[in-house]
Structure formats: structure tokens, C-alpha cells
């Protein structure tokens, strides 16, 4: 072996292998365990100190919109920061399923922290009680923003302890789609609006022997919204004016025996269904009926299906279902008054421009919008969407709460696939959820 | 003497880019995570320090983190359990076909083997549970052509034991791979003269692979055996995306509800806590199987 006795060799070979081992330790595959989303540990770009775009001030805005709706929300920013002069808005998506964590880590180290950010409307209470949102009743009333201008459960949802602490984007619920071909060929002429309706419908478009099923009931996502819409529909909700999770109410266990029988006893769904397996047959025109978010539509119009949209029938006692939604939330340490101002600003603007939101197949939660013809001549799904905000709830205001019904969904689960006993299963999920409680201090 | 101590710097210099690797991605999570663990933190801002309070409440009954601890533990030691050993046989099997193969053909071979292990776990999980699906899936399209359970496909997500064969079964699509290809260097190693000797006294094939082949690779197999154990004990990518956990909880493991009690529950403390416990029964198991099976040569 050669004598390394120039320095220069040496140090060369050395800042090779460090690049090499810095590389090799950057790019570590985790074992055959990795997450899906594994390099997700910092924000797309850092650029976010604030400073002047020019002579704009720039506000850096956070969504975890990954996915085609992206798009949407671009041209919304585009089109404000193009007619504003005085403040331009950096947008910014991360992966939608790391989200929180990028949020979290971004709270928790007080670094690279946007200036306004997307955060669903059920997160809400759990970061507003540990005092990290900023209450927007300042910022709106500069701005000329009012709670009137939007739908109701949304902005009384985010009033907590009297404070406006997000306002909100759209509201999605849960709705019905079906396909028009398998409704025309069983010679069902509009889509139900009650159990015998859709009962009816649903066992005339069963047929086995083709494969095809008039409603293919789903085991895992998004239970977590059907169950709880089931238990709306009687009057009854998942936690109590305490805070305390009630998952084992007359209620629930009607709700979960009505789905059961789906599969068991009026056999318009396959037994043993996959994740994820109701929309496949939908997909393939073997599924009749789905009951899925308006965030589905890009799915169905890819594989050019006949499909109409309408609001979920109403089951039980009266109309209800359960939605999720985007809102606009300013983290607390958000001081600087100009930002402020440019957030109301552009928050303003989005109350009267959020058509190209509803493009993408949301329903917007600003009256105005909602009320413009723009609006209403935009396809069926975003006024179908729109007709079940009289009656949408949300998940129970309890920070943490996704933890208390951790247990639910499984035993849900559990009770689909294997025609189980509901109300022990209930009993169960009630016992884990108040253990999650007890955690939660 | 200056050429010892010079040669000692250089030895020392060379080993510094990957010290320097290891301390900040290795050691100092490590230590990070071992002090989070001793805290009650909500990951967002607000930890106090509570001493051995999380350890003690995974081993309290009827605490929230005990069941998560232990009902993850039991998802994970299954999966460890189940996919360990086929990891190890389909691998040591298919470097030994490779390897009887000629040596234009080899190479083509050894990569398609390989490209999974390159590819993402979303792009896995989307790809078998295209074949899993229970009414849709391509496995039980292909059972229903040959009339095997036709009147009730199989629940490959749905049901036990099928869940775990699905699981075991993906997992080694996806990464068996890399098990190929450190059995493929072991096998490489054996000197050929041994099997020369071995022919000449009349030993069959399966005689020079019980007697020469396998105890030749000893040592390699006992680094994949580790290598693959501590990999499985780390699984979350394919029960998280393909059956989340189901049915019920029979698939949940550990990575899942650590993940779940630091994000869903806001206590990264007791989180840490429990990957510290996981990442100690890890340990305990390598080294044993270790110990067991690797022998320095005399």
C-alpha cells in the first residue's frame, strides 16, 4: 500500500468519505418499517422570517393541502397577492398526513413558524386551550369581517371561551354519491331520503350473483364520519356539555345495529369489506351507493362515472351528519400589527372570493360566496354539499378528542366484520375513551 | 514512535466523518429521547420534568399508555414472530437460486429482486391491497376463476390468520431484496475449493448444502437474522397504511400507538418512553440471537 504522505491526498480522500457518510447518514433507509411519509421532518422551504417582498409584507400561509385541491387555493392567492400592494402572501402546502406534526414541531421548538396557517375546525380546541392560537375578534373587526358572514355552526364552534379563534374556509360533510347507470337499469328515479327509501333502493340494486351490492358498507375510514352523522340523526352526540365521551347511549347502539344489519340481515353489503374496498367496487360500478366527503369528486370524475351527489338520507329522528373544515387560524405568538393586518386583509378577500375554493369541490362556509350565482351554477356536488349545512355537526370540542375514540373505530370495526354483540362493544369503547379521559388529565 | 502515532491519527481522522455521523444522528436523539422520556411533554411547547412517572405508568393496569404499551408489544412480537423466519428462508433461498444461475443472467435477476426494496411504502401498500382487496382484489378474482371460496372471498384484511399471511407476504415482496443480496455476498465467500473436495468424495447436492454451504455462512446469517429482527420490531408502514391496525386491534404494533399517544394524545414524554422500552427488548433479542448464533473464526 502506498505511504500517505501527502497531505493533499489525504485530506482529499477524507472530505470524500465525509460527503459519502454524510450523504449515506442523510439518506438512511429506515427498516422495512419506515412510515410512508418518512422525510417529512422540515418545511418545504424556510424562508419564512417575514421580511419585505419588495416593499410588500409577506406573510408566509401554511396548508396541509397536498393533494389536488392545492391547486385551488393557488389561484386564490394569486389572484389577492396580483391586486394587493401592500402585502403579498408566500403559500406554502405540506404533506397532508404530516400536518400536525409539522405544526407541533413548529410550536414546540418556536421555530419556523408561519404567520397564518389552515387547521381543521375539530383541532381547534385542543391547541386554543393550551393558549397557542390567537383569538381573531381584533383582526376581523379591522378587516370588516363579521361572524354574520359565514354559516353559523362553524363560527360558533370556534368561539370558545367567547373568543373567535378561527375563521372559517368551507365546511365538508359527509354526502351521497351514486351511480346513475345501476339507479337507471334498477329504474329508481331519484336518490332516497329515508331508511325505507333507502332500503328499498338499496336491496333492488343488490344483486350477488353479478357482484354488484346496493350499498357496500366500509369497516374502517370513514366510519369516523358515518357513525357519529348516524347518532346526530337522533339527537344524541358522542360526548356530553362536559366534555365527557358518551359512546354507549340507546343512540349509538341503534346507530351501529342499523349498519350491521346492512350487512347481516338485509344483505345489501359484502361481508368482510377492506379498507378502502366500498370505494374500489364504486370505482368499478359495483358499488351502487357510497357515503363519502365531497373531497372523493376528483376520484370519480378520473374514472368518468355517472355519478350523482346528494344529501344523506335521513335515517332516524331528524336530519343530521357530521363534517369536518378548514379554517384559518394565527398562531398566538403572531404580534406584529402590520401582519395582522395584512392577514385580515386577505382573509377579507377570501370571504368574497372563495369560488375557486368551491371548484375543487368544497362547499365555502362565506355567505357570500355561497349565495352568488358564480356559486350556484358551479355542478351539482357544491349546492348538494351546501343544503346539509343547516344541519352539520362537528366532533366534540375536547382537546385530544381523536385519542378518546381511538378505541371506537376499532371495536366498530370489529362489530362489522364479525356480526358482533354492539352494545358490548360500545361498553368497551366507552371504558377506553374515559381511560383516554383519565390520561388527558 | 511518530510512524505509529501517525499512523494512529489516520486511522483516527478516517473514522471521524462517520463518529461525527453518529453522534449527531445516532447519539444525540438517543439522549434526546431518553430525556423526553423523563418528562411530561405535550410536543407543543410545555414539558416538566417527571422523573421515572411514564415508566411507571406503562406498568400500571388500567392506565391508557399501559394497554397501548402492551397491545402494541403483542402486535409487534407477532409480526417479529411470523415474518422473521420467512425473511431469512426466502432470502437464503433466492441468493442460492441467483447464485445457480449463469453468470449472464445473474445480474438481471439479482436486480429484479431488488427494485422493490427501492420503492416507496405508499406505492407498496397501494400496490397490495390492489391484490389483497377482499371483493375487488386480484388474489381473490383469480381464487374465484379457479372456484376456490366462491361463495365468501377472503378477508385478507379482514380476518385472522389471513391478515398476518398478507402482511408477512407484502413485507417480503418489499424487502426481501436486501437479505438476497447479504446472503449472495455470504455465499460468495465460501471458497470453492470446499465443494471441489466435496464432489470428488461423492457428496449430493443436498449434502454439500447441509454440510459445507450453511455452515459456511453462519455468520452472515446470523447478521441478517439480527439486521431483520430489529427491522421488523421497527414495522409501521405496512399495518398503518394497509390494515390500519385491523381487524380491531389484532395488527396494531407498537409504532402505531407510540406514534398515536405523541400526536394523538400530545404526551411525547410517555411516546418516548415507550420507544425506549421497545428499543431495550430490541436489544436484549439481537444480542441473544447473536450470542447464539455467531462464531469468530479461530
Keep these: ?441 | 514512535m511518530k510512524g505509529s502515532l501517525r499512523s494512529r491519527l489516520t486511522s483516527s481522522l478516517f473514522v471521524l466523518p462517520y463518529f461525527l455521523c453518529f453522534c449527531v444522528f445516532l447519539l444525540y436523539p438517543l439522549i434526546s429521547g431518553i430525556i423526553l422520556s423523563l418528562q411530561n411533554n405535550d410536543m407543543l411547547g410545555t414539558h416538566e420534568f417527571v422523573g421515572l412517572q411514564n415508566y411507571v405508568d406503562i406498568f400500571t393496569p388500567g392506565t391508557y399508555i399501559h394497554d397501548a404499551f402492551f397491545r402494541g408489544l403483542w402486535g409487534t412480537v407477532k409480526f417479529v414472530v411470523y415474518s422473521v423466519p420467512f425473511l431469512i428462508l426466502v432470502g437464503l433461498a433466492l441468493a442460492l437460486l441467483v447464485n445457480s444461475l449463469n453468470a449472464r443472467v445473474r445480474g438481471v435477476f439479482r436486480t429484479i429482486f431488488f427494485i422493490p426494496y427501492a420503492i416507496s411504502a405508499t406505492v407498496m401498500a397501494t400496490i397490495w391491497m390492489r391484490v389483497f382487496d377482499t371483493d375487488s382484489g386480484f388474489l381473490n378474482l383469480m381464487l374465484d376463476k379457479l372456484h376456490i371460496h366462491h361463495q365468501q372471498h377472503i378477508g385478507w384484511f379482514t380476518d385472522t390468520p389471513w391478515v398476518w399471511i398478507a402482511l408477512v407476504v407484502s413485507t417480503i415482496w418489499w424487502t426481501i431484496g436486501f437479505n438476497m443480496m447479504l446472503f449472495i455476498n455470504g455465499l460468495n465467500e465460501v471458497p470453492e475449493e470446499l465443494y471441489e473436495a466435496a464432489k470428488l468424495d461423492g457428496a449430493n447436492a443436498w449434502n454439500r448444502l447441509t454440510r459445507i454451504t450453511l455452515p459456511s455462512i453462519k455468520n452472515v446469517t446470523a447478521v441478517v437474522m439480527v439486521m431483520t429482527i430489529i427491522a421488523s420490531f421497527n414495522v409501521f408502514a405496512q399495518p398503518n397504511l394497509m390494515t390500519r391496525g385491523g381487524p380491531g386491534f389484532e395488527t396494531t404494533v407498537m409504532l402505531m400507538n407510540v406514534f398515536d399517544v405523541a400526536y394523538g394524545q400530545h404526551q411525547g414524554g410517555a411516546a418516548s418512553a415507550m420507544a425506549i422500552l421497545l428499543g431495550l427488548i430490541m436489544m436484549i433479542v439481537s444480542a441473544a440471537v447473536y450470542r447464539l448464533l455467531f462464531r469468530k473464526e479461530a
Design chain 1, 1 to 441: 500500500m502506498k505511504r500517505l504522505n501527502r497531505f493533499g491526498f489525504t485530506a482529499a480522500i477524507l472530505v470524500l468519505m465525509m460527503s459519502l457518510v454524510l450523504a449515506a447518514c442523510g439518506g438512511k433507509k429506515e427498516s422495512n418499517g419506515s412510515s410512508a411519509s418518512a422525510s417529512g421532518s422540515a418545511p418545504a422551504s424556510s424562508d419564512n422570517s417575514g421580511g419585505k417582498s419588495g416593499s410588500k409584507t409577506e406573510l408566509l400561509f401554511w396548508t396541509p393541502f397536498s393533494g389536488p385541491d392545492g391547486s385551488f387555493m393557488k389561484s386564490i392567492v394569486d389572484n389577492y397577492n396580483k391586486q394587493s400592494d401592500k402585502y403579498f402572501v408566500k403559500y406554502q402546502i405540506q404533506p397532508n398526513g404530516d400536518y400536525y406534526k409539522l405544526l407541533d414541531n413548529a410550536f414546540g421548538t418556536k421555530k419556523n413558524m408561519p404567520d397564518f396557517m389552515i387547521m381543521h375546525l375539530d383541532s381547534i380546541p385542543t391547541y386554543a386551550k393550551k393558549d397557542l392560537l390567537l383569538p381573531m375578534d381584533d383582526l376581523a373587526a379591522k378587516a370588516g369581517i363579521q361572524k354574520s358572514d359565514y354559516v353559523e355552526a362553524a363560527v360558533d364552534y370556534a368561539n370558545i371561551d367567547g373568543k373567535w379563534m378561527g375563521i372559517p374556509l368551507d365546511i365538508h360533510p359527509l354526502i351521497m354519491y351514486y351511480n346513475k347507470d345501476l339507479f337507471q337499469a334498477a329504474g329508481i328515479t331519484a336518490p332516497p331520503t329515508n331508511k325505507e327509501e333507502f332500503l328499498a333502493a338499496a336491496k333492488k340494486l343488490t344483486d350477488p350473483s353479478k357482484g354488484q351490492w346496493g350499498y357496500v358498507m366500509p369497516t374502517q375510514w370513514p366510519q369516523q364520519f358515518l357513525f357519529p352523522s348516524l347518532v346526530y340523526q337522533q339527537g344524541a352526540d358522542l360526548a356530553d356539555a362536559d366534555g365527557k365521551p358518551t359512546l354507549n347511549t340507546p343512540a349509538a347502539v341503534a346507530a351501529l345495529e342499523f349498519e350491521k344489519s346492512l350487512i347481516f340481515e338485509h344483505k345489501v353489503s359484502p361481508q368482510k369489506v377492506a379498507q378502502d374496498g366500498e370505494v374500489k367496487l364504486f370505482l368499478q360500478g359495483k358499488n351502487a351507493i357510497q357515503f363519502n366527503g365531497p373531497w372523493m369528486k376528483d376520484q370519480w370524475d378520473k374514472a368518468k362515472l355517472n355519478y350523482g351527489v346528494a344529501p344523506i338520507p335521513v335515517f332516524f329522528d331528524k336530519p343530521g351528519v357530521f363534517a369536518g373544515s378548514h379554517n384559518f387560524v394565527v398562531p398566538k405568538s403572531q404580534t406584529d400589527p402590520n401582519k395582522l393586518d395584512g392577514i385580515g386583509d386577505f382573509l377579507k378577500y377570501v370571504a368574497g372570493h372563495s369560488i375557486d375554493w368551491a371548484k375543487s369541490g368544497q362547499a365555502v362556509a362565506s355567505k357570500a360566496v355561497l349565495n352568488s350565482e358564480e356559486f350556484k351554477a358551479l355542478n351539482t356536488q357544491q349546492t348538494e354539499v351546501a343544503k346539509e349545512f343547516d344541519y352539520v355537526h362537528f366532533a366534540p370540542p375536547v382537546p385530544n378528542w381523536g385519542s378518546y375514540v381511538g378505541e371506537l373505530w376499532k371495536q366498530i370495526n370489529l362489530v362489522l366484520l364479525n356480526d358482533g354483540d354492539v352494545k358490548k362493544a360500545l361498553d368497551e369503547a366507552q371504558a377506553k375513551a374515559e381511560q383516554a379521559a383519565a390520561a388527558n388529565k
